[in-house]
C-alpha cells in the first residue's frame, strides 16, 4: 500500500503511469513506512493508508493520455464501489437504525472539525460495524464534496473503536477514532487497532460488493479457498494463521497480499536471540537484533524462521545516501513465500531492547540463500546509489563492476562495506581476499519474479 501511495503521488505529479505490482509494495514496505515510532511489541499506531476513489473525478493529474482512463481512474472507480458497499460484519443486519445513527453522528463531529480531515464531506458511510472479543468497531468512509485537490482522491477513511456493545454516540465519539486515511483503497486492509487485549486484538479486509476475498496458507500459496464471509475477513488470535489474501472481483485476482498481522505483546525471548543470531556475521548487538526480530515481517511474508544474518555499522556511506547510518544495523533474512529469500536490514535509534525510531536501511530479494556462512549479501540502502554488502570469511575488499568497469571499491570492516553501483545496469558485486584474488561474486539484488502472482491490479 505504501509503494502504491508513492506510485500514484508520482502518477499526478509527473503523469507516469504506474503498473500494478504487489511485489514492489512487498519490497518498498520496510523502506517507505517505517519513519514513525515503532514497537516490537507491534502496539500503537494504526496504519490507516489508503487511495481515495471516484468514478467521476474531473480531467487532470492521473488520466491517460488522450482522455483515456488511467490506473489511478481505475483504482478511484473500484474504492468508489466499495463506498457504496453495503456495511458489512456481524452487527450490520441486526440494527440498521444504529447503522444510520453513527453514520449521522460521525459526519457531525467531522463538520465540526473533530477529525484529520477536514474538507467538506457531503456523505458517511459505515463499511464495517461489529464486536470483537471486548471491542467494537467501525471502519467508515468520507466522501468529499470535491476531490482533494492536490491527491485528487475523493474519499477518506477511518476506523473507530470503543468498548463491545458501546452507544453510537461512544463509538462516533473522536476519542474513539483510532486511525484515518486521506484516501479509501479497494482492498482496505488493517489490524490490531493500537488496543493491549489480545482477546480484542484483530485482523480485516474488505473488498467492493461482488468481490470475495480467499486466502491460501504459507508457504505453498496454492490452495486458495474463498472466505466464508466473502466480501470481508476477520482474522482474530483464535482464527489467524499464516497465510495470505487475495481480493477476485468478477472472477480476477484484482490484487494479493501477505495477511494482515496481530503481532505478538512480548519482545523474542533470550533462546530465540540466540537461535536466530547463531552463525551471525560482525559485531551483533542484541538489543538490535532483538528489536529487529520483534518487528515480525517473516510472520507474514515468509515461509520460514528469520535469521539474523550480520550486525555492526554502516561505515562511510557513499553520496547520495540521504539517512544517517550511525546506530548499529542489523540484518535478517528469511525463506520468502513461493521462492527466493527476503533480506531486510535497519538501523534503529533505540535505548531499549523493545522500542526504537527506525532510522534507515534497506530491502532485498536474492534467489540465494544468505544465512550461508559463505554467501554474499547485498542490500541496496534505502534509494541510494549504494550497497551495503555482507562478506565471507578472508575478505578485505569489496567491489562493484558493471560492463568489466570498476565502479567503486571499499575495504570490509565487520565483515561488510558499503559501495556505489546501485544506479548503474548489469551491476556484479565481488568480494576479494588481502592478495586481490576474487573469491566470490554476486548479481547486484534484482526485483523480485514477477510470475509469483497473478494479481492485474486494480
Known amino acids: 500500500m505504501d509503494q502504491r501511495v508513492r506510485e500514484l503521488l508520482s502518477d499526478a505529479a509527473d503523469g507516469v503511469r504506474a503498473v500494478p505490482d504487489p511485489s514492489g509494495r512487498l519490497r518498498a514496505r520496510q523502506r517507505r513506512a517505517r519513519r514513525r515510532r515503532v514497537t516490537a511489541a507491534g502496539l500503537g499506531l494504526v496504519a490507516v493508508i489508503a487511495i481515495g476513489g471516484w468514478a467521476g473525478l474531473p480531467a487532470g493529474?492521473?488520466?491517460?493520455?488522450?482522455g483515456g482512463v488511467s490506473d489511478f481512474d481505475r483504482m478511484q472507480q473500484?474504492?468508489?464501489r466499495l463506498?457504496?458497499?453495503?456495511?458489512?460484519?456481524?452487527?450490520?443486519?441486526a440494527d440498521p437504525g444504529y447503522v444510520q445513527e453513527l453514520a449521522r453522528l460521525v459526519l457531525?463531529?467531522?463538520?465540526?472539525?473533530?477529525?484529520?480531515?477536514?474538507?467538506?464531506?457531503?456523505?458517511?458511510?459505515?463499511?464495517?460495524?461489529?464486536?470483537i472479543g471486548d471491542?467494537?468497531?467501525?471502519?467508515?468512509?468520507?466522501h468529499r464534496a470535491v476531490p482533494d485537490p492536490t491527491t485528487q482522491w475523493i474519499n477518506a477513511s477511518a476506523w473507530f473503536m470503543a468498548p463491545r456493545g458501546a452507544a453510537a454516540s461512544e463509538l462516533a465519539?473522536?476519542?474513539?477514532?483510532m486511525g484515518t486515511g486521506d484516501g479509501l483503497s479497494p482492498f482496505e486492509v488493517t489490524g490490531n487497532f493500537g488496543t493491549v487485549d489480545l482477546d480484542?486484538?484483530?485482523?480485516?479486509?474488505?473488498?467492493?460488493?461482488g468481490c470475495v476475498i480467499e486466502t491460501a496458507a504459507l508457504p505453498a500459496l496454492d490452495d486458495w479457498t474463498p472466505a466464508q464471509t466473502g466480501s470481508y475477513l476477520v482474522r482474530t488470535r483464535a482464527t489467524e494463521r499464516p497465510e495470505w489474501w487475495r481480493a477476485v472481483c468478477d472472477g480476477v485476482v484484482r490484487e494479493e497480499t501477505a495477511a494482515r498481522q496481530i503481532l505478538p505483546t512480548t519482545a523474542p525471548t533470550d533462546e530465540q536471540v540466540d537461535a536466530a543470531v547463531a552463525g551471525a556475521r560482525g559485531g551483533i548487538d542484541r538489543d538490535a537484533a532483538r528489536f529487529a526480530m520483534g518487528v515480525g515481517e517473516s510472520l507474514a511474508y515468509g515461509s520460514g524462521p528469520l535469521t539474523v544474518v550480520w550486525g555492526g555499522r554502516i561505515e562511510d556511506p557513499q553520496p547520495g545516501d540521504n539517512v544517517d547510518y550511525d546506530d548499529p544495523a542489523t540484518m535478517v533474512a528469511y525463506p520468502a513465500a513461493r521462492g527466493g529469500w527476503q533480506v531486510s536490514v535497519g538501523t534503529w535509534s533505540t535505548g531499549q531492547p523493545v522500542e526504537g525510531e527506525y532510522i534507515g536501511g534497506g530491502e532485498a530479494w536474492l534467489s540465494w540463500d544468505p544465512t550461508t556462512p559463505s554467501a554474499i549479501v547485498p542490500v541496496r540502502l534505502d534509494d541510494s546509489d549504494s550497497f551495503l554488502v555482507v562478506t565471507p570469511p578472508g575478505t578485505s575488499e569489496v567491489r562493484s563492476v558493471a560492463g568489466g568497469r570498476t565502479i567503486d571499491t571499499a575495504a570490509v570492516t565487520d565483515a561488510a562495506a558499503?559501495?556505489?553501483?546501485?544506479?548503474?545496469?548489469?551491476?556484479?558485486?565481488?568480494?576479494?581476499?588481502?592478495?586481490?584474488t576474487v573469491i566470490g561474486t554476486v548479481p547486484a539484488p534484482a526485483d523480485r519474479p514477477t510470475d509469483h502472482h497473478t494479481a492485474v491490479g486494480w
Not at 418 to 436: H, S, W
Request: overall charge negative; hydrophobic content about 50%.
Open 173 to 177: 465519539d473522536p476519542r474513539a477514532e
Open 61 to 66: 493529474p492521473g488520466h491517460g493520455e488522450g
Open 108 to 131: 457531525g463531529h467531522q463538520r465540526a472539525g473533530a477529525f484529520r480531515i477536514t474538507a467538506e464531506v457531503t456523505e458517511v458511510n459505515v463499511l464495517f460495524l461489529d464486536d
Open 418 to 436: 558499503v559501495v556505489r553501483g546501485a544506479g548503474t545496469a548489469d551491476v556484479v558485486l565481488e568480494a576479494l581476499d588481502a592478495a586481490g
Open 78 to 80: 473500484w474504492a468508489e
Open 135 to 142: 471491542v467494537r468497531v467501525a471502519f467508515v468512509a468520507f
Open 200 to 209: 480484542s486484538a484483530a485482523a480485516i479486509a474488505l473488498v467492493p460488493d
Open 83 to 93: 463506498r457504496v458497499s453495503p456495511v458489512r460484519g456481524g452487527l450490520a443486519d
